[in-house]
Each structure stands twice: as C-alpha cells, then as structure tokens.
C-alpha cells in the first residue's frame, strides 16, 4: 500500500471512496477494467444484522424448533389418550390437569424463554455496538478489502475469511479466518448495481461457499 498521505495523494483520502465516487460514477460510468476498485458505502442496519445472525446460528434456531415441535406432539398426544379410553384408557380431565398440563407447560415456556433471551442477547450486543451509528467506507480489490470507519480503519487479504454466504441475494456476510462465529456483512444496498455484480463475482472467485 503507498506511504503517500493523503495531503500528497488525494485519491488516498476515504472521502473519495463515497459520494464524491457516486457522483462522478453517475457522470463517467462504471469501471470496465476487472481488476478496478469496488466501492461500497452505507450504514448497517440492524434488520441486516439480525439476519445475518440467524442464519450463522440457524442450528441453534431449528434446535429450539425442533424441541418445541416434540413438544407439542406430546401435548396432544396425551389430549388424545385423556379424550380416547378406547386407545389405551384415559386418565380424566382432572388428572390430566393437574399433573400433565403443568409440566408441559413449564417446560414450553422455559424453551420459549431461552429462544427469547438468545434473540435479545444478539439485539443487545447490535445496540451496544458502534457499528449501528457508523457509516462503513470500503474499497475492494482482488487483493485486499479495505474498510474505513469513524473509530477504525483495517485492511484485511481474502486469506483472512474462510468462505462466504449470499442471503436472499442481497447480503454477502464473510467468515473470519480469526475468530469463531465471526463475520463481515456486506449489504447489497451499500453497492450500485454493478458494483455488487462485479462483488458477487469476485467473492466467488476468492472464496469457497458455505
């Protein structure tokens, strides 16, 4: 990466990555060299966020639908042995009341409770980060991808992910070679639409899929 500052280079300094780029794209077009910069801007919003992290954790999330599912299959299949003598005789309603119903009904509000906590421990961590209020500068290249925030600035190869996951393709998230469960999300919206053309692709290229 050039030593020059940004004094001496003005292309190097992170307001050409934005707007200023936007505009003069509208004016020239687009890049037609391959190997040209992309360019990226926007603000990550927690709707993308939230997203991102149920598909991360989808196991974790079909887990807890899976148990709620059993759940209610025992439900009612001890409905059906209370109201059906003929199956096997059943125990009355009252029993049924006072013995079954509420145990199953402590431990589906006890699973309920956990899929809700899990859901408000990610909220949480999204409100508590700086990314929700920061706007994300990046420019992308087949080298490297380089990300300029308001309280960081990092410059990352692609060795540094280890594949990718395109969601309802519009959200690229990148997989940390780093750290477990740690990702990058690109949003569709912080591209223009080649430039998330041209991203897609070269993601492909560098990256296996997940």
Do not use: C
Request: charged share 25%; hydrophobic share 45%.
């Amino acid at each position: 990466m050039s030593k020059e500052s940004s004094r001496e280079n003005p292309y190097a300094s992170p307001e050409v990555f934005g707007e200023q780029f936007r505009r003069a794209a509208a004016e020239f077009g687009q890049p037609t060299d391959a190997d040209a910069p992309i360019y990226a801007e926007g603000v990550l919003s927690e709707r993308d966020y939230m997203r991102t992290v149920r598909r991360t954790f989808r196991s974790v999330y079909w887990l807890g639908r899976t148990v709620i599912l059993v759940l209610g299959a025992i439900y009612l299949w001890l409905i059906w042995r209370t109201t059906a003598p003929w199956a096997g005789g059943g125990i009355g309603w009252r029993q049924f009341a006072l013995t079954r119903l509420p145990l199953l009904l402590i431990v589906g509000a006890g699973v309920a409770l956990l899929l809700t906590r899990q859901t408000a421990r990610f909220r949480k961590t999204w409100r508590a980060s700086v990314l929700r209020d920061e706007r994300i500068v990046m420019r992308i290249t087949p080298e490297v991808i380089e990300v300029r925030r308001p309280s960081v600035y990092s410059l990352l190869r692609w060795t540094s992910y280890t594949g990718y996951l395109l969601i309802d393709d519009d959200l690229m998230v990148l997989s940390s070679a780093h750290a477990a469960n740690h990702f990058n999300i690109f949003p569709q919206s912080f591209f223009t639409p080649p430039e998330w053309n041209r991203f897609i692709k070269l993601v492909a290229e560098k990256l296996p899929k997940k």
